[in-house]
């Protein structure tokens, strides 16, 4: 199994970016984003189930979408009137959570190498 996470890069505040992450190999149950700030802990951005649930952090939702293309095998995150603090290397990451553990890093067994996410005021 292997993700490539791409589509990072630079973005004034408001604008927007499209994540992408190529996965191969076997399909899970989830698929999901996280991200990385400098100096803190990796958090959960959001989810897509194979039932077509998704499941978002408070702070990005109404602003991110996840979605996947199931014939392509690629997760996708639509970025949108971005904040500074969104700031931060985003990382793909692929297995079968149960729901109470969609936000937990613990719960995917496959990464991506991340992509850098940098959002100017």
């Known amino acids: 199994v292997q993700l490539q996470a791409s589509g990072g890069g630079l973005v004034q505040a408001g604008g927007s970016l499209r994540l992408t992450c190529a996965a191969s190999?076997?399909?899970?149950?989830?698929y999901a984003w996280f991200r990385q700030a400098p100096g803190k802990e990796r958090e959960f951005v959001g989810c897509?189930?194979?039932?077509?649930?998704?499941y978002y952090k408070d702070s990005v939702k109404g602003r991110f979408t996840v979605s996947r293309n199931n014939a392509k095998n690629t997760l996708y995150l639509e970025m949108n009137n971005l904040k500074p603090e969104d700031t931060a290397v985003y990382y793909c990451g692929a297995g079968d959570p149960i729901l109470s553990y969609v936000s937990a890093s613990e719960a995917y067994k496959y990464w991506g190498q991340g992509t850098l996410v940098t959002v100017s005021s």
């Open positions: 190999g076997r399909t899970f149950r989830s």
């Open positions: 897509r189930f194979d039932n077509a649930r998704s």
